[in-house]
């Protein structure tokens, strides 16, 4: 059964519509990933695009025993990434920002699973997409917005350490 081992809340000011959670112990610098995900990762990093349209951006994270179960909330989106943690020694990190000390708790360094999960506030809408393409408006499901306390976006980040088999 899993279990919730840790949470930590905090605001972020998304630059260059990006923000990322980054293992301080890594070398961090900008992915070259797959643009047309929302999610781009590399070892000890994964950040996340977002609309031009977010200046602040509500960050909730969570470190799990194992998998947690899936919310049956809708979302405006979701994705899972698996990441190596060499350090465990996490912060949010802006490009004019630099890094922000994130004090969640995980269990051991290794490798994880991350499920990224986000709402835009209705109000401050229309939202665009980030991604490379058509910059259509984005769907924005009703609910949640207790969540955005005034916020652009709210996002919440599930991080559970994962097995690789040798």
């Not at 979701?78 to 969640?104: F, R, Y």
């Not at 609910?143 to 559970?160: F, H, M, P, S, T």
Request: hydrophobic share 40%; with cysteine.
């Amino acid at each position: 059964m899993s279990r919730l081992l840790d949470v930590f809340e905090t605001v972020v000011s998304p630059s260059y519509r990006i923000f990322g959670l980054v293992d301080t112990s890594v070398d961090t610098y900008a992915p070259h990933a797959d643009r047309t995900n929302w999610l781009l990762s590399a070892p000890g990093m994964v950040y996340l695009q977002v609309p031009p349209q977010v200046i602040r951006a509500s960050v909730r994270l969570e470190s799990w025993s194992t998998a947690p179960p899936v919310s049956d909330a809708q979302w405006s989106g979701a994705e899972d990434v698996e990441v190596e943690l060499p350090g465990c020694d996490l912060a949010l990190e802006t490009i004019d920002g630099g890094q922000k000390e994130v004090p969640l708790i995980l269990p051991s360094s290794g490798f994880y699973r991350m499920r990224w999960q986000w709402i835009f506030n209705r109000a401050g809408g229309p939202f665009t997409s980030p991604l490379e393409g058509p910059r259509d408006p984005l769907h924005i499901p009703l609910g949640r917005e207790e969540k955005l306390n005034g916020a652009d976006q709210y996002c919440l980040v599930q991080i559970w350490r994962t097995v690789v088999s040798e």
